[in-house]
């Protein structure tokens, strides 16, 4: 389309030539003549003035050279990605390979008491156990596993190989990723007479509407009542959520966060990668954690931390700039240390006091600069 054609479809403003044909949308820094990039991050600016885009997406306060054509968005970062949306469009599912005109693969297991909703499409070697309800156009990749009695809405996703266990519940418009697990039992046990007894894990998980699950992610069924992710949440891979944890609405949960059982996530909550959660914990609404961190304790609402354990961000930040050369510290300490312990002996030699007998040790013994 023509960059006047996309500006009106991503409601932006043009400033250059609207005749200019696009084909795609590409980094600043790589984009062509035929393509058009963003500015969303300052640290970036520089690239305005060498880019090769046809056009880029800037806010309405940044400075751009007058040769460069643009469109001027109040959220730059979102109308990249509604450019995304009306140049590339999102993945096209196809039908299964062997049954293109039905859509459900005739070596797909589907129990006959099973509800199948109209418009799916069941690759090869999906298994929909006995009394599960899927939705209308939800597709299931090979390998995917929907467990007895286990319901999907509209419109969901199971990639290869992702797997729903029994009883649990899927809100309309969920993806999940390969080999993402709903449903797994969780890590309870009692320990009696030196052994570990399993809990049963009687209660389920319920995932709310527009959810996604990235690869790898499990999220455990709770052992009584139920783990339970909120509408429009976003889970990255390889994460792990544990047994009767409640997440909120819009979380962004990254990359190898694990939250242990019992844990109560409020609303727009965003935990960066490898942050983790002991249990039985709150964090309030709205709160962020900085990656790595390891949250001991209940975080208020709104609040940002960071560290090991998470603290306030602004005090986790000048921890670690005090802390990055802790050796030099230490030979600092020490030099001061030997320093004082000469001065004191001047001082007591000087008013007629013999040294104490103990700082005398300390200061010719072999090995004290170590």
Known sequence: MT???????????????????????????????????????????????????????????????????????????????????????FRVHPPPADNESVGISPLAVIHATANIGDGCMIHPFAVVQRGAVIGRNCVLYPGASVGEEA????????????????????????????????????????????????????????????????????????????????????????????????????CLIVSLVGIAGSVEVGDYVALGGQVGVSGHLTIGAGARVAGKAAVVTDIAAGASVAGSPAIDLDMAKRNALAGRDLYGMAKRLKALEREVTKLQRTIDERAGRAPDRAETDSTSAPGTNA
């Open 3 to 89: 960059l006047a054609e996309l500006a009106s479809r991503i409601g932006a403003e043009l400033v250059g030539d609207g005749a200019i044909a696009i084909r795609g949308v590409a980094p600043i820094d790589r984009a062509e003549s035929d393509e058009i990039s963003f500015l969303a991050n300052t640290r970036y600016t520089g690239f305005l003035r060498t880019t090769k885009a046809a056009a880029v997406i800037v806010g309405r306060e940044v400075e751009c050279p007058e040769s460069l054509s643009r469109l001027i968005a109040a959220d730059p970062y979102f109308a990249f990605r509604e450019s995304l949306v009306a140049l590339h469009g």
């Open 151 to 250: 319901t999907l809405g509209d419109g969901c996703v199971l990639f290869p190989h992702a797997v729903v266990y029994d009883r649990c519940r899927i809100g309309h418009r969920v993806t999940m990723h390969a080999n993402a697990v709903v449903g797994s039992d969780g890590f309870g046990y009692a320990t009696h007479k030196g052994r570990h007894e399993k809990i049963p894990q009687t209660g389920i998980v319920v995932i709310e509407d527009d959810v996604e699950i990235g690869s790898g992610c499990v999220i455990e069924r709770a052992a009584m009542e139920e783990t339970h992710i909120g509408a429009g949440s976003k889970l990255a891979d390889l994460i792990s959520i544990g047994h009767g944890t409640r997440l909120g609405r819009g």
